[in-house]
């Protein structure tokens, strides 16, 4: 009893003679505190309203969203340097406030971050509707939950702990686990290399070896298209960028040729008729640039005409589409005309 006696009565001579400036300090620490929380940051809120910019409408919510309890911690932080106090008190006050301070500021930036990856989504959205945005989730994701790993060393780091041993085990750790799955990062790595060169985006018809389809997905691990039989073909990301990839969905436009024959008894006076009547039927499409029509060459059994135009669009059923309204425009030009389509015929002569 008498050791407990002594015990405190060092502690109260230790705190008694700056416990009144502690005090003082605390009081107006918190009052300014408070000031800035409710007053300031109210007029600050009004201002942030009249502007365009939504900005600082965010920076505001993330300071009024703290709560009031950080600024009572902070106060008696505070004041606790102005007086003397045994060690570990002041040691697990600054550890309390550090900890507080660096959630507070993680919260805060992954709020930032999620600001700024809404904005990125909404542009590119904007600008392409068929666009996969999940590489951009994945990597504001990457951020936000790396800043928890930054915020815990900084704390050990606080608390008088080697962190060195910790960040070299880590990396040790790091590189036995990249051995191990060194196929899955590779698929993720080519997943960032098709993110930033797109050579393809979801929508664009490619042909990857003897396959073709849409593309559909763009994973992370894996890229999904659609074959033109209706069956998902699943590539890894990791193959897509290391074969040749054949995409018209790059084509600003599709370049056609086509040739046809009729027979050898067609007038000449009808054959001069025929480029003319071809590139009417062309010209009446839309979206469609004529080339040219020619009179090619003499065939085996019929007299052959090249055509050439552009379709002003990369899809491939508009092309098609196109083709077919062509080709039954010229059969009904060529039945008013009694102009007939050769087909392979012999002609056998017999001498008696």
């Given at each position: 009893m008498d050791a407990l006696t002594v015990q405190i009565g060092e502690v109260t001579h230790t705190v008694e003679p700056g416990i009144v400036t502690a005090v003082g300090v605390f009081i107006v620490s918190l009052v300014l505190l408070r000031f800035f929380r409710n007053i300031l940051l109210n007029r600050m809120e009004k201002i942030s309203k009249k502007t365009k910019n939504d900005f600082d409408d965010l920076i505001i919510r993330l300071l009024k969203d703290i709560r009031m309890s950080f600024y009572l911690l902070a106060s008696l932080f505070i004041s606790l340097q102005f007086v003397d106090v045994p060690m570990f008190l002041n040691d697990a006050m600054k550890i309390g406030v550090l900890i507080a301070a660096i959630y507070y500021a993680i919260r805060s930036l992954q709020i930032v971050i999620e600001y700024f990856r809404d904005k990125v989504i909404e542009k590119r959205l904007k600008t392409d509707e068929t666009e996969d945005v999940s590489f951009i989730k994945l990597i504001a994701n990457i951020a936000k939950y790396s800043l928890w790993l930054v915020g815990f060393l900084l704390i050990l780091a606080n608390m008088n702990v080697d962190i060195s041993a910790l960040i070299a085990g880590m990396g040790i750790g790091g590189i036995a686990i990249a051995l191990a799955a060194q196929n899955v990062l590779g698929d993720i790595f080519s997943a960032f290399s098709i993110y930033f060169d797109k050579p393809y985006k979801v929508g664009d018809f490619i042909i990857i070896g003897d396959d073709l389809g849409a593309v559909d997905k763009i994973g992370i691990k894996t890229t999904r298209i659609k074959t033109l039989r209706g069956e998902e073909l699943v590539v890894s990301n990791q193959e897509m960028t290391s074969t040749r990839i054949h995409n018209f969905g790059k084509m600003p436009h599709r370049r056609i040729d086509f040739a046809f024959g009729v027979t050898y008894q067609t007038p000449a006076e009808k054959m001069k008729k025929i480029p003319g009547i071809v590139k009417d039927i062309i010209e009446s499409?839309?979206?469609?640039?004529?080339?040219?029509?020619?009179?090619?060459?003499?065939?085996?059994?019929?007299?052959?005409?090249?055509?050439?135009?552009?379709?002003?669009?990369?899809?491939?059923?508009?092309?098609?589409?196109?083709?077919?309204?062509?080709?039954?425009?010229?059969?009904?030009?060529?039945?008013?005309?009694?102009?007939?389509?050769?087909?392979?015929?012999?002609?056998?002569?017999?001498?008696?």
């Amino acid at each position: 009893m008498d050791a407990l006696t002594v015990q405190i009565g060092e502690v109260t001579h230790t705190v008694e003679p700056g416990i009144v400036t502690a005090v003082g300090v605390f009081i107006v620490s918190l009052v300014l505190l408070r000031f800035f929380r409710n007053i300031l940051l109210n007029r600050m809120e009004k201002i942030s309203k009249k502007t365009k910019n939504d900005f600082d409408d965010l920076i505001i919510r993330l300071l009024k969203d703290i709560r009031m309890s950080f600024y009572l911690l902070a106060s008696l932080f505070i004041s606790l340097q102005f007086v003397d106090v045994p060690m570990f008190l002041n040691d697990a006050m600054k550890i309390g406030v550090l900890i507080a301070a660096i959630y507070y500021a993680i919260r805060s930036l992954q709020i930032v971050i999620e600001y700024f990856r809404d904005k990125v989504i909404e542009k590119r959205l904007k600008t392409d509707e068929t666009e996969d945005v999940s590489f951009i989730k994945l990597i504001a994701n990457i951020a936000k939950y790396s800043l928890w790993l930054v915020g815990f060393l900084l704390i050990l780091a606080n608390m008088n702990v080697d962190i060195s041993a910790l960040i070299a085990g880590m990396g040790i750790g790091g590189i036995a686990i990249a051995l191990a799955a060194q196929n899955v990062l590779g698929d993720i790595f080519s997943a960032f290399s098709i993110y930033f060169d797109k050579p393809y985006k979801v929508g664009d018809f490619i042909i990857i070896g003897d396959d073709l389809g849409a593309v559909d997905k763009i994973g992370i691990k894996t890229t999904r298209i659609k074959t033109l039989r209706g069956e998902e073909l699943v590539v890894s990301n990791q193959e897509m960028t290391s074969t040749r990839i054949h995409n018209f969905g790059k084509m600003p436009h599709r370049r056609i040729d086509f040739a046809f024959g009729v027979t050898y008894q067609t007038p000449a006076e009808k054959m001069k008729k025929i480029p003319g009547i071809v590139k009417d039927i062309i010209e009446s499409q839309e979206m469609v640039r004529f080339d040219r029509a020619h009179f090619k060459k003499f065939g085996d059994f019929s007299l052959d005409f090249e055509v050439v135009y552009y379709v002003e669009t990369a899809d491939y059923n508009k092309y098609m589409d196109t083709q077919q309204a062509i080709n039954l425009a010229i059969m009904e030009a060529f039945e008013k005309e009694n102009i007939e389509f050769a087909y392979p015929t012999q002609t056998i002569f017999m001498e008696k």
